[in-house]
């Protein structure tokens, strides 16, 4: 009886386990979109400006990391301006984009994180949620009239500064400091920061937010298998315990 428990127990925990590796949104990034990362990075205007083409993102000044971020922000959001999203039930890729020729935040910032994988970084995706009450992240996920925003982290050296997928803004402070997206909703009020927040999401930097890391998408057809349950990146959820 006793063993007939555990070999139960055990094919549920492997079911469990398979169903979570099948929906997972992968970081990896196949062979044929690093194609098209070299491939696009070296003819855009301004491509020997990258230096992430010939080293590594550690390897990076933090100075200079802070210009390769801003330079490849600025450079997605030319050439795929705000507009039209990629189709729901196809995969978020730069190919994609390259195909639809302009995006949405959730579009821009998932082929920016990508870029920067291939080239050593380390990366976080979140989505902030606009809120002035203390509902939780599982009540403003049922939510349907709720202002969203998907952002990018990337891990400098000095920390994890976080990237605006629609604006030229990043998170870096007066003094020269990142700031996560968790400093921004503890200490909003206090924060000088080195470049003005502007934009329609300005909201969310500076009034009440909530950050859930690790969430793609809350409809789940932005990522295969396209089902019903919420496109998210388990490893990257954890950063919310």
Known sequence: M????RIVLGLFLAAIIF????????KSVS????IAIQTFLGSVNGADQFYINEVQFDDLSFEDQVKQLQLLSETLLDSFPQGVA???NQNRSLRALLKNKEGQCYDRSYVFEAIL???????????????????SALQLLRKKKVKTHAVSEVKTKKGW????PNVDWISLSATGEPKSLDCICENRESIQWDQPIFGDHIQLYSGNCRVVYGLYSRHGRFFAPFNPIPDVNFRELAFNI
Do not use: L, M
């Open 2 to 5: 006793k063993r007939r428990i």
């Open 19 to 26: 169903f979570c590796w099948y929906i997972n949104v992968p």
């Open 31 to 34: 062979s044929h979109e690093k």
């Open 86 to 88: 990629v189709p729901k």
């Open 117 to 135: 994988r291939t080239k050593g970084a380390q990366t976080r995706h979140a989505y902030v949620f606009e809120t002035h009450s203390d509902e």
């Open 161 to 164: 500064i976080v990237v605006d």
